[in-house]
Structure formats: structure tokens, C-alpha cells
Antibody, heavy 121, light 110 residues
Framework: QVQLVESGGGVVQPGGSLRLSCAAS????????MNWVRQTPGKGLEWVAF????????YYADSVQGRFTISRDTFKKTLYLQMNSLRAGDTAVYYC??????????????WGQGALVTVSS | QSVLTQPPSASGTPGQRVTISCFGS????????ANWYQQLPGTAPKLLIY???QRPSGVPDRFSGSKSGTSASLAISGLQSDDEAAYFC???????????FGGGTKLTVL
């Protein structure tokens, strides 16, 4: 079955960096676009970044553009989110999420369990 | 402030039918399909409806979706206590090249 397992969350000071990883299993990782979506405790969902199935296209939310980088390693079947210049407003649970098929706009169907990132001094 | 607009709360009694609305605009729901997610407390969202009105395998037919113009709706019939959760709508936004979400509707089963 499809499994997405995030790791790398934690507490970091403002201005610091953190890298999230998402280990994928149970499906052909190289054939699916992937996303990072975050959720502030008790609040709604905010899309953060998208990467196409082959890594050729990457899109970012305006709020993280220039600070966050999404990437994927096909051989390791792992999705990454490098987060730099972190701010208090980046505090959230970060979900790794898979798209249903190779089309960029296909619905996100599977989500990981989430990784909590707390930016605080 | 979310791009898609949902009512913050909804409620119904067991067996009733409830509808949750989601209002968007031309670049998102007006152009692309609407999807719906159910999120139980402390868990990740679960896909409930995709492509405006399609149910993934395993989702009961009590859940249905529809879209008209720049708005979408989720209907839940035969309401059950297990349906008490937050429901989010989502759509791809062509102007942002990314996903936009509604603020979520917390459904209470009275």
C-alpha cells in the first residue's frame, strides 16, 4: 500500500534552516508528481511546493518562494523540502502529498502523517 | 485568508443530509476540477471527492460532489456520528501554478 513517511521536523531559530524528507513506498515514485502542504495548528491547509513526476517543473507558494527548495531522488524514492531563512510564520505541520497520476493538476490522493516544524527563539 | 471560501461550520442530526459549499474564482474552480478532503482530529487529510464528483475506491456513496461555474459543493447524506470532522475543498489555481484550499468547514453531528 502507498506509504509516505516524513522526517526532519523539529525546533529551529528564526533565520535557521531545516530539511524535511519524505520516504515513499508502495508505488512507482518516479511516475507521480509530489507536493508539500502545510497546516498551522487549528487552522487551514496551505500548499507550499510542487514538483513534477520527472523533476522538470517546480512551483512554489509566494510565501516561500526564494527560501524553500523542493527536490526528489528517484533512486532513494524520497522527496525533500529544504527550508532556509525560516520565520515564525513557517511554524506548521508539513505534509508530503502525492498526486493521483502523472498530470500536474491531478488531485492529491495520499498524504503522509506530517512533520511538525516550530520556528522559535 | 484562504483563496477558496467555505462556511466555517455546519451541523446536522443523524440521518440528515448536509451540504457544504466552496466558492472560488475563474483561475481555480472556474477552470479546474474541485476536490474535497475529510480530516479527522489529529490525522492527515483523506481524499473524499476528486474531479468534482468522483469518489475514490472505499468512499461511501453517501458522499457526493458537484460543481457549477466557480463554486463547488459537497453533500453528505445519511449523516453518521463518524462524519464529524473538518472538510476542505481544493482546486489547482492556474494563476498561482499551485493548489488553493478552502479554510475548512467543521461538521458537527448533533
Amino acid at each position: 500500500q502507498v506509504q509516505l513517511v516524513e522526517s526532519g521536523g523539529g525546533v529551529v531559530q528564526p533565520g535557521g534552516s531545516l530539511r524535511l524528507s519524505c520516504a515513499a513506498s508502495g508505488f512507482m515514485f518516479s511516475g507521480y508528481p509530489m507536493n508539500w502542504v502545510r497546516q498551522t495548528p487549528g487552522k487551514g491547509l496551505e500548499w507550499v511546493a510542487f514538483i513534477s513526476y520527472d523533476g522538470s517543473k517546480k512551483y512554489y507558494a509566494d510565501s516561500v518562494q526564494g527560501r524553500f527548495t523542493i527536490s526528489r531522488d528517484t533512486f532513494k524514492k524520497t522527496l525533500y523540502l529544504q527550508m532556509n531563512s525560516l520565520r515564525a510564520g513557517d511554524t506548521a505541520v508539513y505534509y508530503c502529498a502525492r498526486a493521483m497520476n502523472f498530470h500536474d493538476r491531478s488531485a492529491v490522493d495520499y498524504w503522509g502523517q506530517g512533520a511538525l516544524v516550530t520556528v522559535s527563539s | 485568508q484562504s483563496v477558496l471560501t467555505q462556511p466555517p461550520s455546519a451541523s446536522g442530526t443523524p440521518g440528515q443530509r448536509v451540504t457544504i459549499s466552496c466558492f472560488g474564482s475563474s483561475p481555480d474552480i472556474g477552470t479546474n476540477a474541485a476536490n474535497w478532503y475529510q480530516q479527522l482530529p489529529g490525522t492527515a487529510p483523506k481524499l473524499l471527492i476528486y474531479g468534482n464528483d468522483q469518489r475514490p475506491s472505499g468512499v461511501p456513496d453517501r458522499f457526493s460532489g458537484s460543481k457549477s461555474g466557480t463554486s463547488a459543493s459537497l453533500a453528505i447524506s445519511g449523516l453518521q456520528s463518524d462524519d464529524e470532522a473538518a472538510y476542505f475543498c481544493a482546486a489547482w489555481d492556474d494563476s498561482l501554478n499551485g493548489w488553493v484550499f478552502g479554510g475548512g468547514t467543521k461538521l458537527t453531528v448533533l
